[in-house]
């Protein structure tokens, strides 16, 4: 089975700091990475999504990916976070041997200080 | 329009109690989902439904039943609950399920936060 890894578990920053996100995942053939969002007390927004292509994918709010195939890795970033980051961000991902089953990582709780 | 929505968005009920969750999609998609997620974790699959019929149960238990009347409608049919029960219940659509699918994102719902006393 997949597994999913985001080894940040609390993200403390202060605005306009640079953001950095990590994800790595297990499987080792062709797979279908996502980031979503999830606002306090919202459901979950999709903030971007890699497929295949161009590594680099750019999602809303100013937010890019980076597929590194050798690393298994899809780290999320942002430049520079606002107050309004503030919230739990999911990675996950799917394959085509589990169908469009979602594995996702155990969450990384992002808290932007003004 | 890229909308699931679920009903109601809040409920509690006690541990006799019957109730159900419903979930409803208009875009046409094929499979729809049932997650469970707990505070500041990851949603937990439940339920898998594929042109209407179920094709995952993640080891449910028995008191929570789901039904698919027809290809935009999910229910969560509830009884017996326990207080460990209590989380926010999610509803994702896509437009397939199954190998071909693999590309094809999930839409999340706002979920229904049950609370069970």
């Known amino acids: 089975a997949q597994s999913v890894s985001q080894h940040n578990h609390h993200v403390i920053l202060s605005e306009a700091a640079s953001l950095e996100l990590g994800c790595n995942y297990s499987y080792g053939g062709t797979v279908n990475l996502f980031w979503y969002v999830q606002y306090p007390g919202q459901h979950l927004q999709l903030l971007l999504k890699?497929?295949?292509?161009?590594?680099l994918v750019k999602g809303i709010k100013g937010f890019e990916a980076e597929f590194i195939k050798s690393k298994f890795s899809f780290n999320l970033r942002k430049p520079s976070v606002q107050w309004s980051d503030t919230a739990e961000y999911f990675c996950?991902?799917?394959?085509?041997?589990?169908?469009?089953?979602?594995?996702f990582g155990t969450g990384t709780s992002l808290t932007v200080i003004p | 329009d890229t909308e699931v929505t679920q009903t109601p968005k809040h409920l509690v009920m006690g541990m006799t109690n019957k109730k159900s969750l419903k979930c409803e999609q208009h875009m046409g998609h094929r499979a729809m989902y049932w997650y469970k997620q707990k505070a500041k974790k990851p949603p937990e699959l439940m339920f898998v439904y594929s042109y209407e019929k179920l094709s995952i149960n993640e080891s449910v238990p028995s008191r929570f039943s789901p039904e698919c009347p027809n290809s935009s409608l999910l229910n969560l049919h509830l009884h017996a609950l326990q207080p460990e029960d209590s989380a926010l219940y999610l509803c994702?659509?896509?437009?397939?399920?199954?190998?071909?699918?693999?590309?094809?994102?999930?839409?999340f719902g706002p979920g229904t936060r049950l609370t069970v006393t």
């Open positions: 890699y497929f295949s292509g161009d590594p």
């Open positions: 996950a991902v799917t394959s085509a041997n589990t169908g469009n089953q979602f594995y």
């Open positions: 994702a659509s896509s437009q397939t399920a199954g190998r071909a699918a693999s590309s094809y994102e999930q839409y």
